[in-house]
């Protein structure tokens, strides 16, 4: 995978969630305690931006869809199986610590260090994503 296709699927994601209605948008979860198995999370519920990536026929193609298992209402899987260092490997072709930045939230608010915080908006995280993008790719050209 080229630098050029890596920068290309997180923007891609950018450009998705920074359309979405902020009530549709809950960077805490993959997705909301509501959801009923719906793919294309159609049914009205909220999930963060790794778990709208799996709304997206695009990625889906790549592999990746959410589940429900045991205790979990929903988690994001590549081909059926779980491990997020394989999706952020495989599908966004980025580190585990670069991944960490990108989807997982942190309290408090501490975006100098690359992080949001689970209260983020749509449009916040899509501005988000783009500004690492440039950084992760500024740093892997150095």
Known sequence: MT???KQK???RLADFVEKLPRKRFDFRHFVGGDWKGDKELSCGTTACALGWST??????????S???????????????????????DKVFGITEQEFNQLFIPVYPLDETHGYLNGGATPKQWARHARRLVKEFYERQNN
């Open 9 to 11: 699927r997180i923007l």
């Open 3 to 5: 630098d050029a296709q």
């Open 66 to 88: 959410i589940r429900s298992r045991g205790e979990y209402k929903g988690q994001v899987v590549l081909k059926g199986k779980l491990g997020y260092q394989r999706i952020a």
């Open 55 to 64: 709304a997206i026929i695009y990625f889906r193609r790549l592999g990746l």
